[in-house]
């Protein structure tokens, strides 16, 4: 497997700690993962988002991760997923300078998840989307959801406590293509027990090369 690389980007609040997961061979895209909720534990090295980032690379994306403002060595301080959007579009842009001419992807687990869907409903750089325990049992507003048309993934625990796979069914039926669901039997929202099962989903849908359809 490639090289990592870890470094600090410029963020708009200060300094970003990332690492970066280069692929073996042919880069065929550019990723960026977005972590949980930094209050509550989120961090770049949580085990969901490592998996999704290894699932990535394995399909020869190079992959970074990054730790929200005030977390780890990143300077800031949280600002409730304002801020935090500005940081995922930092992230998208170093990407953008590394990689140029290669499709740009972005995801995240929980909190990171909210924060890659709502950039990625603005932010044009971003050609397919993916969302990991998306937790709207704990949001207000979904309806920019409605918005986006670029190709997304979302992975959810039939037993997600901030969303299960009932409700997440009918989040995500009415949405406009293309949009693909896969809701993990018997998985919480850490898909504790069922990370294989993640990092399988994750890879099956970079082999479509979704970003293709954007």
Known sequence: MGANESFDLAGPAGRLEALLMQPEGETVGAAVVCHAHPLHGGMMHFKVVFRAAKALQEQGLAVLRFNFRGVGRSEGVHDEGRGEQ?????????MEKRFPGRPLVLGGFSFGANTALRVGAAEPRARALFALGFPFRLMTDVGFLATLRTPRLFVQGENDEFGGGE????????????????????????????????????????????????
């Not at 500005?86 to 170093?94: F, I, S, T, W």
């Open 86 to 94: 500005d940081d995922a579009r930092a992230a998208l842009v170093e």
């Open 167 to 214: 409700k997440i069914r009918a989040l995500v039926e009415p949405l406009p293509e293309p949009k693909k669901l896969v809701v993990i039997p018997g998985s919480d929202h850490f898909f504790n027990g069922h990370l294989e099962a993640l990092q399988s989903e994750v890879a099956t849908w970079a082999v479509t090369r979704p970003w293709a359809a954007a």
